[in-house]
């Protein structure tokens, strides 16, 4: 079983999701105890404070999949799989590359929207990898296949959108 955010693929894995998870817990102005819950079969992940849920974490398969296609919904509109799977496009959204000499091989994009919600995209190889959004302090609307949420989200309304979690536990 996945614990967690995605699954790691060694430490350096796990260095760039500590760091985006770092970065959000930043964002969503989260001082105290940082609570996840997971849903390991679908390969997504929220975390936040003990109930309010304002990071998603949205993750390929082993099979370069997600059963629970992604799609963020924007003022300016939407963002899907297509778009988060091009850093060239992600990149003339605005997105602004990161990389790191410690990370070989791995990229991130970071793409702002009202200087609230953030939406992270992490390549392998020029590859896409994971997707994290985060509202912030704000409010962002997203869909994962059938069902769409408002994050931030409480226990309560993850349990009644996608069912029981397979984990839930503290964090970093």
Known sequence: MRRFFCSTEGSLRTSAVLLSVASALFLSGCVEENYVVSYDELDISFEGSFNKFRVLHWCLGPDGKNRRPLIV?????????KDFASPKRMQELGGELREYKELPGFS?????????????????????????????????????????????????????????????????
Do not use: C, F, Q
């Not at 919904?73 to 799989?81: C, Q, V």
């Not at 953030?118 to 590859?127: D, F, L, P, Q, R």
């Not at 997203?142 to 309304?157: A, C, D, F, S, Y």
């Open 108 to 172: 991130y994009i970071d793409l702002w929207y009202d200087d609230d919600v953030k939406i992270e995209t992490s390549y392998k190889n020029g590859v896409l990898d994971y997707v994290m959004v985060s509202a912030g302090s704000g409010r962002v609307r997203i869909t994962l296949g059938e069902v769409t949420i408002t994050l931030p989200i409480n226990k309560g309304g993850l349990r009644r959108k996608l069912g029981e979690p397979e984990t839930i536990g503290i964090g970093g």
């Open 73 to 81: 919904h924007l003022p300016n509109g939407d963002l899907s799989e």
